[in-house]
């Protein structure tokens, strides 16, 4: 669902590339109830693309955009730490640099020059399934539980992987494995409103 562009201006090492695919994935799949099979994740060399910042000619620099779904329940807070939590992975996994080949060379420039939340991801179709909005993954999982588990018995792997995830944290639970409809149905039962009232 959500799409991670890394542009980078400085090589990346397919080891690189890999742990911070995977460390955008697991924050966003744990800060949100997507399954990680929707994360997506693609890199883009910049290094010879020319950009203004100011005014100014620069290049070398290095981007993250994120191209995610947004609604009432991904408030401010929530995306403000995802940035943050994208950014030090960054520089836990890219920052450090690599040794330089020969010593009189520059250092590139390793930082993380912006990750900027772009929430226009209106809709779409993903593996075959109608995407959808953000805070309705729980409700999709569950309209979709049965034909997820037809394509994982059917032998494809990543459905295989996604509905051993999706039991694994509970996420048909929904957040933190707490049953929201079942939680509310119980709240008004007590309150004498429910259907039983």
Do not use: C
């Not at 995306?79 to 939590?85: F, G, I, V, Y």
């Not at 509970?170 to 259907?195: H, P, S, T, V, Y």
């Amino acid at each position: 669902m959500p799409l991670y562009e890394v542009q980078h201006s400085m090589p990346l090492t397919a080891s690189q590339q890999d742990d911070l695919a995977v460390a955008i994935t697991d924050i966003h799949s744990t800060k949100f109830t997507t399954p990680k099979m929707f994360v997506n994740v693609s890199y883009h060399d910049i290094s010879k693309t020319v950009s203004y910042i100011g005014g100014k000619r620069r290049t070398g620099q290095n981007h993250v955009r994120a191209h995610v779904r947004v609604g009432p329940s991904r408030t401010q807070e929530h995306w403000d730490d995802l940035s943050l939590q994208v950014t030090k992975a960054w520089d836990r996994i890219i920052g450090v640099g690599l040794p330089k080949v020969k010593r009189a060379a520059p250092d590139p420039d390793t930082s993380l020059r912006s990750f900027i939340i772009l929430g226009g991801l209106v809709g779409g179709v993903e593996a075959g399934f109608v995407l959808p909005p953000a805070g309705g993954d729980v409700k999709w999982l569950k309209e979709n539980w049965d034909a997820f588990n037809k394509k994982a018995e059917e032998g494809d792997e990543d459905f295989v992987e996604m509905v051993r995830e999706v039991k694994k944290r509970g996420l048909m639970e929904g957040a933190n494995g707490f049953d929201i409809e079942n939680a509310q149905k119980r709240l008004d039962e007590e309150l004498g409103w429910g259907e039983s009232a």
